[in-house]
């Protein structure tokens, strides 16, 4: 039914003459349709019925409700020892440990559609997750007079993550007290806050127009005044945390008046390091090896959503040698698809070279999961045709609730891997889930 409502949809826009072209130059100079990096808009959304809606939110639910017992379920409840079987350095696990656990859980499943279903190629627990502000993007395609009523007709609708992102911060307001307008601070590292300064700000403002007093700064401007957290003179009550862990290895210093606040309840980080722990690429390989341990709808879920995941071992070289076509490389940390080594888009020798370079490593050996391309409008140099695309949909689930989605996608066959960071082009996902 998807593919069906997708065709029309797609036979709608192009019957719509000038309108996907005009929408494709406002998402080129439009700031507030940008993901950090200039990305190009889709020129139309994604589309999820709403049996689908209704099973992937059931299934996203139940996924991060597993990452989030896993210390207790495989370690015995020791939050430390998952981290040392993970690779994490000893300053890295310190910092897991003094903010665990979180007051706020934020995902985002990263899927792809295949034959039989949703997939899971990586689960990103994160404060700092992409596509939070994809709210205007779904609001520009009901710009769009064709796409406004093929939507209208076909009672399609969309979630807005930073709208679960929002709900989640105002009860833990109440929880802590802290009062009808919170102070948010976006709190990123000096030395990356200059490349995503403009994107935070404008989060600033996504948050503030939903009652909160956000700003953005960095992590070198803040400092306790009265046992109190500032940052430059301005009084902070929530610190949403967009650094990630390995900042903290350059200078863990500065996280010295963070964490002194936290531990005296002066101000409230909402999400701590265990989002790095219960988010890391190798949690996958915990779950698919682990799955005949669970509840049999547990065990259910993850045989639906996770390919077959394991950590490198030399005891796997051999197999992993023969298998090229249908593996992937990953380490256990990282982002953006930094480090990934797609088996099937490199040479025998490369990918002998770099399974030899990563055993003994935090990393994983994942199954390809094979993605059913998607037909789209796309822009060309003689104007608006139908091309075929690979799409990652990323999945957003705030405290146990699904709340939205965001899309990458690419020209079928022009990479093995789907990110902002390898040209995708960005999106927004409609359901006809009313």
Known sequence: MTAALADQLNAA?????????????????DPALQAGAAAGMMLRPAILTGAEHARLGADLTTLTGLLAALPQRLFGGDVDAMAEALGFPAVQRAAIEATW?????????????????????????????????????????????????????????????????????RSAARRHGLGAFPRVALVDWPTSYPKVEARLHRLARLLSARGFSAFACHAGQLGLRDGRL?????????????????????????????????????????????????????????????????????RAAVHRLVPWTRFLHAEHLADAVAQREDLILKPVGGYGARGIVAGWAVTDAAWRAALMDAVGEPWILQR?????????????????TL????????????????????????????????????????????????
Not at 13 to 29: E, H, I, P, S, V
Not at 150 to 168: I, K, N, T
Not at 404 to 430: E, K, N, Q
């Open 230 to 298: 500032h940052a430059e003179g301005r009084p902070i009550d929530i610190v949403y945390r967009i650094f990630v862990l390995e900042h903290v290895s350059q200078q863990p210093g500065l996280l010295a008046p963070l964490l002194a606040a936290h531990r005296s309840g002066a101000a409230l980080l909402v999400m701590g390091f265990g989002a790095e722990l219960l988010g890391n690429k190798g949690t996958l390989a915990l779950l698919s090896a682990n799955a005949d341990s669970f509840s049999p709808a547990e």
């Open 101 to 169: 656990p979180d007051e706020v859980r934020l995902s985002r499943t990263d899927l792809m559609r295949t034959a039989e279903g949703f997939q899971a190629v990586e689960v990103n627990l994160h404060s700092s997750l992409g596509g939070l502000d994809s709210g205007p993007w779904h609001r520009a395609y009901l710009g769009v007079p064709a796409f406004a009523d093929f939507a209208a007709e076909h009672r399609l609708s969309y979630l807005d993550p930073l709208d679960g992102v929002a709900g989640a911060l």
């Open 387 to 434: 091309g075929e695309v690979d799409v990652n949909w990323g999945a957003f689930v705030v405290d146990d609730r699904y709340s939205g989605m965001m899309i990458r996608a690419v020209p079928t066959g022009d990479t093995a891997l789907i990110s902002t960071a390898t040209g995708a082009l960005i999106g927004g996902c409609f359901s006809d889930r009313a």
């Open 13 to 29: 826009l192009l019957a719509g003459g000038a309108q996907l072209g005009t929408f494709a130059k406002r998402a080129r100079t």
């Open 368 to 384: 390809r999961v094979r993605a059913i391309p998607e037909r789209v409008p796309l822009l060309t140099g003689d104007g608006v």
